[in-house]
C-alpha cells in the first residue's frame, strides 16, 4: 500500500488525505518488530517530508519574508501538521522520531506566523476594530489556523507520551522560550486558545515536573487572559474555558505552584480575579 501511496492520494481531499494517513498509521502500529515500524513509519512520511524541506528551504532562503505568506504554501504547511497530528496516536512512542524532525521548524514556524499577524494588525492599527478586520482576512485566517494546527500537535504529542522527563528536557525548553511568548505579545485577537490548552496539558503530564518553569508559565498566560475575559461574561468563550481548565490542573496536579505564590502578590490576585468572573 505505501508503494501505490502517491496515486491513492492524488485525487483525495484534504480531509480524505488526513484519514488515509491515519488509517495507515494503526495498520503500521500492529508491525510486530520496532525496526519493521520504524521503516514503514519512514516509508509513510517520505511524501510529507520531501514537500516540508521544499517549503523550509523556500522559506529560509526568502529574503522578504513574503513565502511563508503564500496561500499555497500554508495549505501546504497546514496538510503537513495536520497528518503529523492525525498518526500521533495509532503510532504512540513510535512518532518520536518524526515529531523530533518537524518539531523546530514548527517551534521556528510558529514565531514567524505570529511575526506576520503582528505586523499587519499593528499596520491596521492595533486592537480595535480595523485590527480585528485585518485579523480576520482570508490571508491571515490562513496564518491563523496553521499556529492553531501546530499547538494541537504539540499537545496531542504531549498528552500521548510515556516519558515526562523527556518531554521536560528535550521539547519544552523551545516552547518556553519561543513559542509561549506569542501569547502575550500578539493582540488580543489573535491570542490562541490553544495556547492555554496546552499548558494545561504540559501540568497534567509534567505535575511537579514543571515547578521551575511555572513561574514563567504563569506570567506569560495569566494577566494576558485576565485582560481578555474580564471586561464582560460574554467576550472569548474559548480563552475564558480554557483558563479555567488550566487553572483546575495547576490546582488538582500542581498544587504546589499555586501555594508557592504570595498570598498578596499580583499573581494570587490575579488567580482569585479569576474565580470572580468564572
Not at 491515519?22 to 512520511?45: C, N, P, Q
Not at 496564518?143 to 510515556?162: G, M, S
Not at 490562541?192 to 513561574?215: A, G, H, R, W, Y
Request: include cysteine; proline fraction near 5%.
Amino acid at each position: 500500500m505505501l508503494n501505490t501511496l502517491p496515486n491513492i492520494l492524488s485525487d483525495l481531499s484534504f480531509s480524505q488525505r488526513l484519514n488515509v494517513y491515519e488509517s495507515v498509521a494503526w495498520i503500521i502500529s500492529g508491525a510486530t518488530s520496532d525496526d519493521d515500524k520504524r521503516d514503514l513509519i519512514v516509508r509513510l512520511f517520505q511524501l510529507p517530508n520531501q514537500e516540508w524541506t521544499r517549503i523550509m528551504q523556500a522559506i529560509a532562503g526568502d529574503q522578504t519574508g513574503s513565502q511563508l505568506s503564500l496561500p499555497e504554501a500554508q495549505r501546504q504547511i497546514m496538510l503537513i501538521v495536520a497528518i503529523n497530528k492525525r498518526v500521533v496516536a495509532p503510532l504512540g512512542s513510535s512518532y518520536v522520531a518524526q515529531f523530533s524532525l518537524i518539531f523546530m521548524d514548527c517551534v521556528g514556524l510558529y514565531t514567524a506566523c505570529s511575526n506576520i499577524l503582528k505586523a499587519g494588525i499593528n499596520q491596521a492599527g492595533g486592537d480595535g476594530p480595523n485590527g480585528d478586520a485585518a485579523a480576520n482576512m482570508h490571508e491571515a485566517q490562513q496564518i491563523r489556523n496553521t499556529r492553531k494546527e501546530i499547538l494541537r500537535l504539540f499537545n496531542v504529542f504531549i498528552e500521548t507520551a510515556d516519558d515526562p522527563h523527556s518531554i521536560s528536557t528535550m521539547y519544552l525548553p523551545a516552547i518556553l522560550q519561543q513559542v509561549l511568548p506569542q501569547y502575550p505579545s500578539t493582540p488580543k485577537i489573535v491570542r490562541d486558545s490553544e495556547m492555554l490548552t496546552l499548558f494545561t496539558t504540559v501540568i497534567v503530564k509534567l505535575k511537579n515536573l514543571i515547578l521551575p518553569q511555572i513561574q514563567e508559565i504563569l506570567g506569560a498566560l495569566f494577566e494576558a487572559t485576565i485582560q481578555m475575559i474580564t471586561q464582560n461574561f460574554e467576550d472569548y468563550p474559548e480563552h475564558r474555558s480554557g483558563f479555567y481548565s488550566f487553572l483546575r490542573a495547576l490546582n488538582h496536579h500542581c498544587p504546589t505552584a499555586l501555594a508557592s505564590l504570595p498570598a498578596h502578590g499580583a499573581q494570587m490576585k490575579l488567580v482569585v480575579e479569576a474565580g470572580i468572573w468564572a
